[in-house]
């Protein structure tokens, strides 16, 4: 059991699942409290409206994902800003009309599209190196981030305009933490893919909140979930022959699941 | 303190704000009342750089509040009408009252042992000490009012700006807040805006009443000078009518 430890597709799948735990527990808990879960399913498939643009154009479709997801991320806070709309409002827009792309693509593009779709299923024992250090290098970033603005960050989760007229900047801070969720999510479409981040990023944080009114710990509880889940779902996945992305979302439904029930006997 | 000449706004077509001169002096508690879409929340935005206005120019601290922005902002405190605390959010009242000194103390910087301290007082002032590690969102409306207003006094802001803070509060509330509003005002001498609808529910020590219909000034009245029967074509209603409502107050 232990050899495989010595592997280096399992290494990278090791680290690449605990930066996803890390990465996505942080942002995950931004997402839940800023009420804007699709943005993970708009981002992802920003990506992968990216990656087969790429395909159709000659250019290397990873790149282009990372592109694309970043520029939707980017979009977002300042086109709710200027139409007055939701923030929820414009990720739809947004989702719909990288949807359209991605579809328009698909139907042009001749040849194989599997490293397109790779982006929508994920494959975590493909992880490479360059994957594990970009993904390592945003974690860092999205942990000074909290390190260093939690106390701002805290101020726009409960009231963007309160914190305003408090005289703090927080359209910067708005807008930094879609810009991050967006990185985050986008380079973790390896790990687990873009149709099933989505569970990763909603269900530790949500069922994080559920056991603590105290944001550090919900910090914290978050991060702990999306670790569990992703090793738990890249040992079953070693173990049983079966994909890890479905097993990782099935073990953090489990973890809400559980969290649910006991809450129940702690009353609040 | 605060001068306002010629200040227009306007939102989808309406002029909300129209030509409004006003000038408030340090110290001065006014009441600003109005039927509804009178350009009050509007004024009040318009005061402390929320909102930019289309023509004319605001003063505060002989600064432009837009201009000037955070700056200005940090002196100023603001209750917005309808502030809810939500339950998802995962905030105690410590927590809450405590945004409050993060503008203060700025970037980078982590709340230390003084603004912890500056928070504690302002609970205690308020009286909400007991509720300090209670879940924000969970308080009643009359409990989320007064956390709201420790929140502005953590804050050592010299003008403060209510917006129809008693609203959907039951009439014991009200007049609890109202009476915690008269004692900042006594204690702290800041300079107090208030916004309201419930003419009943004055709180004591207001000096100036502003009247807006329109987005214009419709009567400035001192206590001395205000006299209820004015207010029946501000809110297009009979006198009798007004009486039911508001009853026989006097300033």
Known sequence: MLEILSYNYFQNALIGSILAGVGLGIVGVWVVLLRIPFVGVAISHAAFAGSVIGLLLGIDPIMMAIVFSLLASVLIGPIAEKSGLEANVIIGIIFSLVLGVAFLGLGLIKGPKTEAFNLIWGSILTLSRRNIYFNAGITFFVILFVVFLGKEIKAVFYNREVATSCGIPEKFIFFSLLFLSGFVICLNLNTIGGMLIFSLLINPPSAARILTHNLSKMYLLSILFGILSCLTGLLFSYMFSVPAGATIIIVSSLIFIISLALRGRSGY | ?251
Do not use: W
């Open chain 2, 1 to 251: 303190m605060i001068k306002i000449r010629k200040v227009s706004k306007t939102f989808g077509g309406k002029e909300v704000l129209s030509e409004i001169s006003l000038d408030i002096k340090k110290q001065d508690f006014v009441a600003i009342i109005g039927p509804n879409g009178a350009g009050k929340t509007t004024l009040l935005k318009t005061i402390n750089g929320l909102l930019v206005p289309d023509k004319g120019e605001v003063r505060v601290f002989d600064l432009d509040p837009v201009k000037s922005g955070l700056s200005v902002r940090k002196k100023i405190g603001f209750i917005f009408q309808n502030e809810l605390i939500l339950k998802s959010v995962p905030l105690s009242v410590r927590d809450v009252v405590c945004v409050g000194r993060i503008g203060v103390k700025g970037l980078f910087r982590k709340l230390d042992g003084g603004d912890f301290a500056s928070a504690k007082k302002a609970m205690d002032e308020v009286g909400i000490m007991d509720l300090e590690n209670r879940p924000a969102g969970f308080l009643s409306g009359g409990e989320q009012r007064k956390v709201s207003i420790a929140r502005e006094l953590a804050r050592d802001v010299e003008i403060l700006l209510l917006d129809e803070i008693l609203m959907n509060l039951d009439p014991a509330s009200q007049m609890e807040i109202n009476s915690l509003i008269s004692s900042i005002y006594k204690k702290h001498k800041l300079t107090i805006v208030f916004v309201t609808h419930l003419l009943r529910y004055l709180p004591e020590g207001i000096n100036r009443v502003v009247a807006l219909k329109d987005g214009k000034i419709f009567g400035d009245f001192s206590p001395r000078d205000f006299d209820p029967k004015d207010l029946a074509p501000l809110y297009g209603i009979n006198e009798e009518n007004l009486k039911k409502y508001v009853g026989n107050f006097k300033l």
